[in-house]
């Protein structure tokens, strides 16, 4: 069992930047697959950014690509999304997922851990 605590969202001017973390309890975090996933009002949940076991494969969301970056340190149980050139349309509660299979994966339907989602807010 994992539990996931999101942290670092905010309210953040368009261009700017924010690192959001997600915590993870448990002896395992280095054998399970993150990810990172968004939903803004009104739309459905999307994939942002995964990353596998050892941090070695990564694959992101076409929109965010170039300008999301994820990571993660295994000692510290943490994963990290970096978030540069904020954009307007990037505003949305942004969730962290783990999956149990090592490798990295976009559909959130492989995801069985999920934390309660930061707020990001992009303004003008």
């Known amino acids: 069992q994992v539990q996931l605590v999101e942290s670092g969202g905010g309210l953040v001017q368009a261009g700017g930047s924010l690192r959001l973390s997600c915590a993870a309890s448990?002896?395992?975090?280095?054998?399970?697959?993150m990810g990172w996933f968004r939903q803004a009002p009104g739309k459905e949940r999307e994939f942002v950014a995964a990353?596998?076991?050892?941090?070695?494969?990564?694959y992101y969301a076409d929109s965010v690509k170039g300008r999301f970056t994820i990571s993660r340190d295994n000692a510290k149980n943490t994963v990290y999304l970096q978030m540069n050139s904020l954009k307007l349309e990037d505003t949305a509660v942004y969730y962290c997922?783990?999956?149990?299979?090592?490798?990295?994966?976009?559909?959130?339907?492989?995801?069985?851990?999920w934390g309660q989602g930061t707020q990001v807010t992009v303004s003008s």
């Open positions: 448990g002896r395992t975090f280095s054998n399970y697959a």
């Open positions: 997922a783990g999956q149990s299979s090592r490798f990295a994966n976009t559909a959130s339907s492989v995801y069985a851990y």
């Open positions: 990353i596998s076991w050892s941090g070695s494969t990564t």
